[in-house]
């Protein structure tokens, strides 16, 4: 919790980073369910995005078959993962509707609206790094199989490190974007939430 010295409360409540961190691991112990289903949705866009990284480098640097990666699968990339944000920003707009009195009980006690504004996205980087490692891993193993037995996997293990890494970082940030994007709007409510209206909120 916010650390409160001194008559100025506005002027002097802090929220360390160790403090902030662990208040979010808290927070996500305590909804396991909801957490499994955000880290599960982002695992699947981000899988999906590694499959097709990976396939076209694949066949556009190794191969001499005559295949490709159509545009299409490029679109479907692309509303897999804006499906994705719609469903997190659902599912994070439930949940800060049901901590609507812990946030209260914090403002009572002198968090601004940049510590409440902190800890909710803390709490999405976490399960956007979980996700993008997850979906990464997911994605490449698919990849690995589905495209070792067509095109045979001495083809498929000539992806270099690099490109590998590449792909990596790419499903990190991506996973990232679509966490932080779906959390600012339920973020910037709770933030703005007057404490007694917090308290009025019935779930």
């Known amino acids: 919790m916010p650390e409160i010295t001194g008559k100025e409360t506005t002027k002097k409540v802090w929220l360390s980073i ?15 369910t909801k957490t499994a289903y955000n880290i599960a949705t982002i695992v699947l866009g981000t ?3 590694t ?27 692309f509303i897999s993962l804006l499906l ?8 994070m707009a439930i949940a800060v509707l049901e901590r609507s009195k812990e946030i209260g009980i914090m403002k009572c006690m002198g968090a601004l609206d940049r510590h409440i504004l902190l800890l909710i996205f803390t709490e999405s980087t976490i399960m956007s790094l979980a996700g993008g490692i997850l979906g990464f ?10 495209y070792g037995l067509q095109l045979g996997f001495d083809v498929v293990l000539k992806v ?43 779930v």
């Open 84 to 91: 994705c944000v719609m469903s997190i920003t659902d599912s």
């Open 137 to 146: 891993l997911s994605g490449s193993i698919i990849a690995t199989v589905t």
């Open 47 to 49: 899988s999906f995005l």
């Open 18 to 32: 160790e403090e902030t961190f662990d208040l979010s691991l808290k927070n996500i112990r305590r909804r396991p």
């Open 160 to 202: 270099s490190f690099f490109e590998l890494l590449s792909c990596f970082g790419l499903s990190v940030i991506v996973a990232f974007a679509i966490s932080i994007s779906a959390s600012m709007y339920p973020a910037y409510k709770a933030a703005k939430a007057r404490p007694s209206e917090a308290f009025r909120v019935e």
């Open 51 to 77: 499959f097709i990284t990976l396939a076209s480098i694949v066949f556009r640097r190794y191969t001499e078959a005559a295949i490709s990666i159509e545009a299409y699968q490029y679109w479907l990339a």
